[in-house]
């Protein structure tokens, strides 16, 4: 079986839509789900590990993977931070026997969906509205202003791709989107419970 026959589960979201925590909630439920960990160029962030969030690498070092053909979808999500999904770790997460989520930006999220065709369940993670979203990110003490005026500029952005999704989940209550996002997942990979 090649990689591009092999189901796939792709989420996406505007930054600050609750999209990581979605993703988190379903690798918790289901072991048959591994979480494809992206390479990126952003720097470190407190409380974050080397290949757990992401392979934290130098600009330089993701280039040359851009070169050599090693990445199977790559984004330079904001100027300056490239993000990428590797081509082995897609291959590492199918030695496990396991279904990769990718969690990634809006753009690389429908690159993949175009590589993967039927076999790709693209969910599309959105707030209950713009203003909901912008006082979440302010809420997040991890930004600077300059910084949070980027993400709120790309997130306007962003959702105006939501149409390309196969399915929409919005955010209201998180319990509600965590079921709702569970049973998509039970009937995408025809899970018996
Ligand atoms: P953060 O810096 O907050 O962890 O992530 C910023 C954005 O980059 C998020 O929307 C995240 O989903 C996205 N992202 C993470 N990994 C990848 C990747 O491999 N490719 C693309 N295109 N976006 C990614």
Known sequence: MTAANRKIIIISAPSGAGKTTIVKHLLYVFPQLGFSVSATSRK???GEKNGREYYFVQSAEFEQMIEDGKLLEWQE????SYYGTQ?????RIATNAQFPVFDVDVVGGLNIKKMYGANALAIFIKPPSYEILESRLRSRATDSEESLQKRLLKAKWEL???KDFDIIIVNNR?????EQAEKLVIDFLGIKL
């Open 44 to 46: 470190i962030r407190q």
């Open 87 to 91: 081509v082995s770790e897609v291959e």
């Open 77 to 80: 999500v904001y100027p300056g």
């Open 160 to 162: 105006s791709f939501e």
């Open 174 to 178: 998180l319990d509600d989107a965590f």
